[in-house]
T-cell receptor, first 112, second 114 residues
Framework: GENVEQHPSTLSVQEGDSAVIKCTYSDSASNYFPWYKQELGKGPQLIID?????GEKKDQRIAVTLNKTAKHFSLHITETQPEDSAVYFCAASSLNGQNFVFGPGTRLSVLP | SAVISQKPSRDICQRGTSLTIQCQVDSQVTMMFWYRQQPGQSLTLIATANQGSEATYESGFVIDKFPISRPNLTFSTLTVSNMSPEDSSIYLC???????????FGPGTRLTVT
């Protein structure tokens, strides 16, 4: 089955700097890759996603890149703000958008 | 995206008892899922709640322990049966509108078993 790895497990950046989180997946059949942000005491919130027929997607300060050959995808956050502090999860899916397999998460701290 | 609510938001239960968690969506959705998030960990899919048929369980999860109902396109329940302290987790429902691959999560139910 699918296995998703995520690095780093924790990340601290200064406000205004950029943050990058990387994920790798094992199943070449995976074709959908969402990113979720989870704040303390809340459910995960979908922030951006990418499909296998696209190499890059951007939404304001966040972007996701996908390298299907290498089987890895990354989340990029620019101009970080304290409210970006949260745990971020990547996921991969290969069955018509069902059966998400999540990475272990990255705890991002943005220092003012 | 759909608005999803869960009840209860949290509970403390005694070993050996059962708890039923409700998930309500403000619009009809094709897919509903139940996840478990153990303390400080990632999310693990328990089962897919199918409307009008039995749920589809992932490896390591069984119907006797986690019975699921899905009576219509906006509501589902997950029961955690014969609880032990190892069942202490956050239980999350998610929905897939069916038009695309996205899944949206509810706020979660924080369960502590003593």
């Amino acid at each position: 089955g699918e296995n998703v790895e995520q690095h780093p497990s924790t990340l601290s950046v200064q406000e205004g700097d950029s943050a990058v989180i990387k994920c790798t997946y094992s199943d070449s059949a995976s074709n959908y890759f969402p990113w979720y942000k989870q704040e303390l005491g809340k459910g995960p919130q979908l922030i951006i996603d990418i499909r296998s027929n696209v190499g890059e997607k951007k939404d304001q300060r966040i972007a996701v890149t996908l390298n299907k050959t290498a089987k890895h995808f990354s989340l990029h956050i620019t101009e970080t703000q304290p409210e970006d502090s949260a745990v971020y999860f990547c996921a991969a899916s290969s069955l018509n958008g069902q059966n998400f397999v999540f990475g272990p998460g990255t705890r991002l701290s943005v220092l003012p | 995206s759909a608005v999803i609510s869960q009840k209860p938001s949290r509970d403390i239960c005694q070993r050996g008892t059962s708890l039923t968690i409700q998930c309500q969506v403000d619009s009809q959705v094709t897919m509903m899922f139940w996840y478990r998030q153990q303390p400080g960990q990632s999310l693990t899919l328990i089962a897919t709640a199918n409307q009008g048929s039995e749920a589809t369980y992932e490896s390591g999860f069984v119907i006797d322990k986690f019975p699921i109902s899905r009576p219509n396109l906006t509501f589902s329940t997950l029961t955690v049966s014969n609880m032990s302290p190892e069942d202490s987790s956050i239980y999350l429902c998610s929905v897939g509108p069916g038009l695309s691959y996205e899944q949206y999560f509810g706020p979660g139910t924080r369960l502590t078993v003593t």
